[in-house]
């Protein structure tokens, strides 16, 4: 006679909670979408894991660049190395996780397949780990902003919170750092060697290449031209 009431209560409070955490989580991307995000979650960990380890010298670096003012080829470069079909996808490449997944069967390891869009929900709202909930959240995430912004804020963003550098994080940081330029006037080449480090950017040196690093930007650099330069992304809204 009782257990039917709770259930029902149960399962509105539930569905309460639902609606509640779809609404807030859905404000808050709409809100990024034209303010820039003063902080990230990886922003957030990476200093908390500073001040745990007793990383008293460290300091972290980023400041906000927006589109207008940042070197074409930076973007590209990102595109060109990390997400070749970012303009085109809905914020998931199915070939590639599919991919990944077969050369996984075949006995190699499992590598990532994650998009620039999937890498700036995890950066911008999660954490690093490879649970279950956090890649759920991640999906949920990553539709929401696909839902919700053009593709040249998603790269907007994601250009300005990815880690390029222990502790060094979006392209404003890394250009005045690494080359003591600012980012309008980043190179093909060295907006290429900054993707180049986004694999392992605190084992891997934009200012210091080692040969795999030079390698990579090489390759990512060829990749440029072939996919027409700027232009390949240029024209996303």
Do not use: C
């Amino acid at each position: 006679m009782f257990r039917r009431p709770l259930l029902r209560r149960l399962l509105r409070w539930i569905a309460l909670a639902v609606l509640a955490w779809i609404a807030v989580t859905w404000f808050a991307v709409l809100v990024l979408r034209f303010v820039p995000p003063v902080t990230s979650a990886m922003m957030l960990e990476r200093r908390i894991g500073a001040w745990v380890h007793g990383e008293r010298d460290f300091h972290l670096r980023q400041h906000w660049v927006p589109w207008s003012q940042a070197s074409p080829w930076v973007p590209l470069a990102m595109v060109a190395g990390e997400d070749q079909k970012f303009p085109f996808h809905h914020g998931f490449d199915f070939d590639s996780i599919h991919q990944a997944i077969d050369a996984a069967d075949d006995g190699a390891r499992l590598r990532g397949a994650s998009t620039i869009s999937q890498q700036t929900a995890k950066n911008l709202f999660l954490w690093n780990g490879r649970s279950f909930v956090r890649k759920g959240l991640e999906a949920y995430f990553t539709v929401l902003l696909e839902l919700t912004w053009p593709k040249r804020r998603i790269l907007e963003v994601y250009m300005n919170i990815a880690e390029l550098g222990d502790g060094v994080y979006g392209v404003g940081a890394a250009s005045e750092i690494y080359f003591h330029v600012p980012p309008a006037r980043l190179t093909p080449a060295q907006a290429a060697r900054l993707a180049a480090v986004l694999p392992n950017p605190r084992r891997l040196h934009a200012d210091r290449p080692s040969a795999y690093v030079l390698r990579r930007a090489d390759w990512i650099e060829r990749q440029m031209r072939q996919l027409g330069g700027p232009s390949y992304i240029g024209d996303r809204r």
